[in-house]
């Protein structure tokens, strides 16, 4: 079974640039999540999508983050414009749809911005 | 504020040797599980643990939860060097969209 794909992996920017990452979760997977995780701290979810549709986004920066799941499959998250402390990974997981199911987590990208 | 928070920050200790990592948390949970990231990778899922459980057992690791501590703890027995990363408890909690926090994690290495 074909894991979690995220791209790019890697991103160099400047602050004030645009930038979108792709996420294609686990086939037949319901919930997407993206989550932002800073140097030396633990990720701290973004967005969660259940099918296409937004369940808790309570955490992302909304003057500068957007993301969408379009036919409820893949995703993409946009930041816009980038500020210095947006510099992290970014997460993509997904998981069977139940609130007790475990996530499968991508590679993530690593986001610079200088 | 966080959720979980582990203790300690960082863990060095022998090949061959056990290793405990322990998450305390703050609001009521559906379950707590483990997770492990090794330098540059994503995260696996290493165990989950439910509220009404109070230990679990897999393979080398071995999970307690005392839910009137608010506590977790992860104890890996016969570390080996592959077993070098860090590693993340995250509560599943019972209120709202039940989302996942994560805590800070613990750091560990095992030298050979």
């Known amino acids: 079974e074909a894991g979690v794909a995220q791209s790019p992996r890697y991103k160099i920017i400047e602050k004030r640039q645009s930038v979108a990452f792709w996420c294609n979760p686990i086939?037949?997977?319901?919930?997407l999540y993206w989550y932002q995780q800073i140097l030396g701290q633990g990720p701290k979810l973004l967005i969660q999508?259940?099918?296409?549709?937004?369940?808790?986004d309570s955490q992302l920066p909304k003057d500068r983050f957007s993301a969408e799941r379009l036919k409820g499959v893949d995703s993409t998250l946009k930041i816009q414009p980038a500020k210095l402390e947006d510099s992290a990974v970014y997460l993509c997981?997904?998981?069977?749809?139940?609130?007790?199911?475990?996530?499968?987590f991508g590679p993530g990208t690593r986001l610079l911005v200088l | 504020s966080q959720q979980g928070e582990e203790d300690p920050q960082a863990l060095s200790i022998q090949e061959g040797e056990n290793a405990t990592m322990n998450c305390s948390y703050k609001?009521?949970?559906?379950?707590l599980q483990w997770y492990r990231q090794n330098s540059g990778r994503g995260l696996v899922h290493l165990i989950l643990?439910?509220?009404?459980?109070r230990e679990k057992h897999s393979g080398r690791l071995r999970v307690t939860l005392d839910t009137s501590k608010k506590s977790s703890s992860l104890l890996i027995t016969a570390s080996r060097a592959a077993d070098t990363a860090s590693y993340f408890c995250?509560?599943?909690?019972?209120?709202?969209?039940?989302?996942?926090?994560f805590g800070q994690g613990t750091r560990l290495t095992i030298n050979p």
């Open positions: 997981a997904s998981s069977s749809g139940t609130p007790q199911e475990t996530q499968y």
């Open positions: 086939s037949g997977h319901a919930t």
């Open positions: 999508f259940q099918n296409n549709g937004v369940v808790d």
């Open positions: 609001t009521s949970i559906n379950n």
């Open positions: 643990i439910r509220s009404n459980e």
């Open positions: 995250a509560t599943r909690l019972i209120q709202g969209a039940q989302k996942l926090v």
